[in-house]
């Protein structure tokens, strides 16, 4: 269990301010989204991204099979593809986050 006043969050702010490129960010879980949107997201100030949660892969999120976790994660590859046809293959990038949770 993670203990509220143990963990520090990453500097989201200069990563985002270095790749501005990025147009998604992907969250492993319930809680990696949680901790972003209470942590991160009020501190800064990003437009034109989105977001969204993933089912986490975490073996206590057992109730869901394997493939169905699988489809569900394949929407990175689908808008990374969308993404480069979209602009011409230059440099969108997507964020996973799975560091916070």
Known sequence: MIERETFITNDFYTFFQSHRQITHVFFNGAK????????????????????????????????????????????ILESNQLENEMISNQGCSIALSSAIA
């Open 32 to 75: 990696a989204e949680a901790y972003f949107m209470r942590d991160v997201l009020p501190n800064i100030n990003i437009d034109n991204i989105n977001f969204l949660r993933l089912p986490s892969t975490s073996p206590a999120n057992a109730s869901m099979p394997f493939e169905a976790k699988l489809k569900a994660w394949r929407i």
